[in-house]
């Protein structure tokens, strides 16, 4: 019978008296699945055989510890004590140090920088941090969870997001000039105001987005999922989507300047009161989609399919 991965006491219990036992159970989660060890008293264990996987150590207690080689740094790291703790890896302790620095104290990490390259903080768990300003510019943050952080403080410019979770989080009002988030998770975030130029978003899940007033320059997106994302009163040129799903997008009030939508669903889509220039929805399927009060010349829907099932003045 497998534990629930919420059931802090026994998981505690079985590290500190049955390492193998643990791995054993652990064995039948989801290799995703994260261990609730919130507070947990595990100093001076000897943890080197353990198959932590994703772990929530949020105040827990390692001080002591000998830890297994590369499992830390992936695991939720706000206010975890660690201290004399024993590493089977020197660079495990360097990233950890860097991610806890991070969350913990931005100035501190803004200055380590300062001196010296940051490390790689891929694979790490921001999940709900709530970020101050930290110059996370030009970094390697690629397969992270950022899940419901607040990234606002932030500074972004250059990163690597690339297949991280960012569901639920919020980095309204960011410069995300030549971010990385293909293949990201950005369902449900708040991207409205933010600044995307020359960003790489292939293959991001943005459905239900928020990308409100935001600004698009020389950002080029194909094999996106952006189903319900909005767009209204956005800026959007030199750039577009391609073989994109935009079902159900707004666009509303929206003004697209050399942008293309070509090959994409647009499926009950919203570009009323939108401004359409020198932009072009070739080979897009309009069914449903609204065209109510927007400007566009007629080379704009050339070559679209379903047009007569679209709605307009």
């Known amino acids: 019978m497998s534990i629930d991965c919420n059931d802090r006491a026994r998981w505690c219990e079985l590290l500190i008296t049955d390492t193998a036992l643990f791995n054993a159970h652990r064995a039948k989660l989801p290799e995703d699945a994260r261990l609730d060890l919130r507070e947990a008293d595990l100093s001076n264990l000897d943890l ?29 790291l706000v206010g975890t004590i660690l201290h004399e703790a024993r590493w089977a890896r020197p660079a495990d302790e360097e990233v950890v140090r860097q991610i806890q620095l ?12 300062g001196a010296a390259p940051p490390a790689t903080l891929g694979e790490a768990d921001f999940s709900g941090v709530v970020f101050g300003a930290v110059d996370l510019s030009g970094m390697h943050l690629m397969v992270s969870d950022f899940s419901g952080a607040d990234l606002t403080a932030c500074d972004l410019r250059g990163s690597s997001l690339d297949g991280s979770n960012l569901r639920g989080a919020r980095l309204a009002g960011l410069d995300l000039f030549e971010v990385g988030l293909a293949h ?60 994109s799903d935009l079902s159900r997008a707004l666009f509303v ?44 010349d007629e080379a704009a829907l050339d070559e679209v399919e379903n047009r007569e099932l679209a709605s307009y003045d």
């Open 102 to 113: 991070v969350i913990e104290a931005p100035e501190a990490f803004n200055d380590h920088r």
């Open 48 to 76: 080197t055989e353990a198959k932590l996987g994703p772990c929530d150590l949020t105040g827990a207690n390692l001080s002591g510890s000998r830890l297994p080689p590369y499992a830390i740094q992936g695991c939720r």
């Open 253 to 296: 009030e929206a003004r697209l300047d050399r942008f293309e939508l070509a090959l994409c669903k647009l499926v009950g889509a919203d570009f009323r009161g939108a401004a359409l220039v020198d932009s072009s929805l070739r080979y897009s399927d309009v069914s449903g989609a609204r065209f109510e009060g927007a400007g566009f």
């Open 184 to 243: 990201a998770d950005l369902r449900g975030a708040d991207l409205s105001q933010c600044r995307l130029s020359r960003a790489r978003l292939d293959a991001v899940n943005a459905s239900g987005t928020s990308f409100r007033g935001s600004a698009w320059a020389s950002t080029r997106v194909s094999d996106a999922q952006l189903v319900g994302a909005d767009f209204t009163g956005s800026r959007l040129g030199d750039g577009g989507f391609l073989a």
